[in-house]
């Protein structure tokens, strides 16, 4: 087996996590993944779902699609980012189908579609450059067409939610509105020369600086050289859950201690989706298809369906309202109590009444 043959590294006694992820995590982990975790058990529990896989324009997507209990669901997609994937939303899907038996209004309950990511899951590897964000929201749009939704809501963190503010972009007569819990990092609105930005906006980019200084390693490989890293992480099982277990730490609200938010099942059966579906080059690619074609509004160019925005308090650096209403009709905000990144997974209770709440008043201009 594999794990069993890990090559493990020294580290400088008593580090922990100082230079990157803690050999004594990682050695439990792994011995948990080798000997305990039940990969056949967490598919038996994925099949009481209903998946499909669907042909767009020559690209196969995997997607979850669970019908709403209630006299006129709202059609809802959810996209998911890295390194994440469709398990990001499994908690909140009953929320969101059938609000009623989880202490939700009973009159605002949704159609929920969750599709992976080309290259992500069980969706195909794009054999082609140009699978960014972009040609994602027009496959996105196409996937709801076919499946008898003109018009429907949109909602996603990370690559989703830039997928989900181009659909609201583009595809603006298909898409009741959009709600985000994270502002994709390329966005860049429109801004006059010579116009002054507020303080509080000058204070962000900077923080954004600094961030990708302290934290952006992973990101500015992914962007440039993604094909490098990833032989030795599509070939090492316990390279590949380093790589991706690190950032469920980092950046979700679990004070260092990632099993206070995700058990090791959580992680691993993530983990083991890219390990299986051989998915981690594919799915790092979109970082550098993204480099390519960012999220930067042109002149005049502005989301203008309703727009809602939950912030995390553990999702950072996070823009400022001011910077996002330069390029986002924001009508709704939430400040939420705790969170981080991965909020489906993390607090699907308030992520999902946020959705309510904001979408609900919208449908009866559906």
Not at 109 to 136: A, C, E, H, K, W
Not at 206 to 227: F, I, K
Not at 249 to 271: I, Y
Request: proline share 7%; net charge negative.
């Amino acid at each position: 087996m594999r794990l069993a043959r890990t090559r493990w590294l020294d580290e400088i006694p008593g580090s922990d996590w100082e230079y990157g992820v803690d050999l004594r995590f990682m050695h439990e982990l792994c011995d948990y993944w080798k000997d305990q975790f039940d990969w056949l058990a967490q598919v038996e529990k994925l099949s009481e779902l209903h998946h499909f896989c669907c042909d767009v324009d020559g690209t196969r997507i995997h997607f979850i699609h669970e019908r709403g209990k209630g006299p006129s669901p709202i059609p809802l997609i959810l996209t998911h980012g890295w390194p994440g994937s469709f398990l990001e939303m499994l908690k909140i899907i009953p929320l969101l189908t059938d609000p009623a038996s989880h202490g939700g209004d009973p009159s605002v309950s949704f159609d929920v579609v969750v599709p992976s990511l080309p290259g992500f899951g069980y969706s195909s590897r794009p054999t082609q450059p140009g699978m960014n964000t972009f040609s994602i929201a027009d496959l996105w749009t196409r996937l709801m067409v076919k499946l008898g939704y003109d018009r429907f809501a949109a909602q996603g963190g990370d690559f989703g939610a830039s997928v989900s503010t181009i659909l609201g972009l583009r595809h603006s007569d298909h898409v009741l509105g959009v709600h985000l819990n994270y502002i994709p990092g390329s966005y860049r609105p429109e801004i006059e020369p010579g116009a002054k930005l507020a303080p509080v906006e000058e204070s962000f980019l900077s923080d954004v600086e600094r961030w990708y200084t302290d934290h952006g390693a992973y990101a500015h490989l992914q962007r440039n050289t993604p094909q490098t890293a990833s032989y030795g992480l599509n070939d090492s099982p316990a390279a590949l859950a380093a790589w991706i277990v690190e950032k469920f730490r980092d950046w979700a609200d679990c004070d260092g201690d990632v099993e206070k938010r995700f058990s090791k099942d959580d992680l691993l059966t993530n983990v083991t989706l890219y390990w299986m579906t051989e998915t981690i080059h594919s799915s790092c690619r979109l970082y550098y298809e993204a480099k390519k074609k960012p999220l930067q509004f042109a002149k005049g160019e502005r989301v203008r369906v309703p727009c809602g925005v939950a912030r995390f308090p553990k999702e950072a650096p996070f823009p400022p309202r001011a910077w996002i209403e330069r390029g986002y009709n924001v009508q709704h905000w939430t400040e939420m109590p705790r969170g981080g990144h991965f909020a489906a997974a993390e607090e699907p209770e308030s992520l999902a009444k946020d959705l309510a709440d904001f979408f609900g008043p919208l449908r009866a201009g559906r």
